[in-house]
């Protein structure tokens, strides 16, 4: 979602030919791929924390455009939520103290984000759902003045007649309803980035999804909405039930547009080649190719897989001469820098420990049940493990 949208209607025969755009990058992406020595280079690792801005009483605060003004740092975007602000972090090569550089760099953003804030009347929270959030803030006035999240909201109430229900069952039951996208706003999440070369991208991605279980349990924050007590990291619940642009038919179909999974990849390639045949477009934006970069922008293949929210999934950038990452996006933002940094270092080390043998003879299955039981159950997850029995 990082491109530039500045428009916020389009037309359907708009809508076939960015279909047809997107059939002609995958191509492109096949043939990327298999040339010798793309996407070489040496490791690094990124990251993308999302905040909530909060007046004195902790209540949100729907201020970021001005925050933003006020900070004047390229690295800050404006998040869905007109009370959420995304930091990008610099990538840094994994060799050496990279977690060390993250501290650094959070405990820098943080403050001066913070500060900025301090002008606006507040201040910044890093937590998966802000506590004190109530359901008369997810009006359409919350939405943040991008035409970006205006394309984005009409893009799924196209592909969605009926309202955006959530309907999540824990320690007690949510049941709430609402016209659009906004409730997306109620999560915010500490996203990683590895940067992968593509002989390695199937061992490192597979082993990643093996590894967000137990990563997840000791890392979740948000074990309410609403006032109601749900899962230990409700935000995965919500986030997958507020983006679900499956109607009823539809639902048999295939998978949320927010979703772990549903098997072992062989490569980077199948990923694209899913989002593309499984996921109509929303954001039928089209622009024309620079023709003096090294790796082609395949601008339009980026912003649709940016539409679809797997829990991890692959991100070509066109930056380097063209290279892969995956992006890992289910740790929730907060509490501290030190915090996300740990969780990263054990979710990285734990990913970097898997791949080295393929976890394919492990059952997807399991994986993807430890996924959701460390979501709902916390530290007190039971997790199958290879080599573990029962």
Request: charge should be negative; glycine fraction near 8%.
């Amino acid at each position: 979602m990082g491109q530039q949208v500045d428009r916020e209607r389009f037309t359907e025969a708009e809508f076939a030919r960015f279909g047809k755009r997107l059939e002609e990058q995958l191509g492109r992406l096949r043939e990327l791929l298999a040339r010798p020595g793309f996407g070489a280079g040496p490791a690094t690792i990124g990251a993308e924390l999302e905040l909530f801005l909060v007046t004195p009483e902790g209540r949100p605060l729907p201020r970021n455009h001005e925050v933003r003004e006020a900070a004047a740092d390229e690295r800050l975007v404006p998040e869905l939520g007109r009370f959420n602000l995304e930091v990008n972090l610099t990538p840094l090569p994994i060799a050496g103290r990279p977690f060390t550089g993250l501290v650094r760099e959070l405990e820098e953003t943080m403050a001066m984000v913070d500060a900025a804030a301090a002008t606006q009347g507040g201040r910044i929270v890093a937590i998966g759902i802000l506590p004190s959030l109530s359901e008369f803030d997810f009006t359409h006035e919350a939405l943040s003045d991008e035409s970006r999240y205006r394309a984005l909201s009409r893009g799924m109430r196209r592909l969605r007649a009926e309202p955006f229900r959530v309907s999540i069952e824990g320690v007690e039951q949510l049941e709430l309803e609402v016209e659009g996208v906004i409730l997306e706003s109620a999560n915010t999440s500490w996203q990683v980035h590895f940067r992968t070369p593509p002989g390695d991208f199937a061992r490192v991605y597979n082993a990643s999804q093996l590894a967000i279980g137990p990563v997840l349990a000791v890392s979740g924050n948000s074990p309410g909405f609403l006032g109601r007590r749900l899962w230990e990291e409700t935000r995965i619940a919500l986030f997958e039930e507020a983006a679900d642009d499956r109607d009823v038919e539809r639902r048999d179909r295939r998978d949320r547009r927010v979703a772990f999974g549903s098997g072992w990849v062989t490569g980077a390639e199948e990923i694209f080649e899913a989002c593309v045949r499984d996921y109509e477009p929303v954001l039928p934006m089209t622009w024309k190719e620079s023709q003096d970069r090294e790796a082609p922008e395949l601008a339009e293949l980026r912003l649709h897989q940016g539409t679809v929210w797997q829990w991890n999934r692959p991100v070509y950038d066109p930056a380097d001469g063209g290279h892969l990452r995956v992006e890992m996006r289910s740790l929730p933002a907060g509490p501290t820098p030190v915090d996300m940094a740990a969780n990263s270092a054990f979710l990285l080390g734990l990913t970097a420990a898997l791949a080295v043998e393929p976890v394919e003879e492990f059952p997807f299955s399991a994986a993807y049940r430890n996924f959701y039981r460390a979501a709902i159950h916390g530290l007190d997850a039971p997790l199958a493990w290879p080599g573990r029995p029962g």
